[in-house]
């Protein structure tokens, strides 16, 4: 079991910048890749960002390409996602995704096995 615990959202004006942060707890030894999902009201949810656990590479949705860095501290078992320049259409419910299982990818929900609860990020225009 992995545990993941989201916090760092809020409200901000367009152009600001927010770093989200997720803390993972548990069996972290068995970690393959994590990332973070977003889904605004009525809409599903979509890939933001993710990389491999093991250094193998780093990906990114091309609507935050440029604005969006994923990046961790390994001591703290933590991810985070630093969002910068954000944009109306950044709004809504952040998640933090994380994969113990091998061999899978990194952009799509059910590559991820284990969700935190969401942190809200508002940005208004």
């Known amino acids: 079991q992995v545990q993941l615990v989201e916090s760092g959202g809020g409200l901000v004006q367009a152009g600001d910048s927010l770093r989200l942060s997720c803390a993972a707890s548990?069996?972290?030894?068995?970690?393959?890749?994590m990332g973070w999902f977003r889904q605004a009201p009525g809409k599903e949810r979509e890939f933001v960002a993710a990389?491999?656990?093991?250094?193998?590479?780093?990906y990114y949705a091309d609507s935050v390409k440029g604005r969006f860095t994923i990046s961790r501290d390994n001591s703290k078992s933590t991810v985070y996602l630093q969002m910068n320049s954000l944009k109306p259409e950044d709004t809504a419910v952040y998640y933090c995704a994380a994969r113990t299982k091998p061999g899978l990818g990194y952009i799509r929900r059910e590559h991820f096995d284990y969700w935190g609860q969401g942190t809200q990020v508002t940005v208004s225009s």
């Open positions: 548990g069996r972290t030894f068995s970690l393959y890749a």
């Open positions: 990389f491999s656990w093991s250094g193998g590479g780093t």
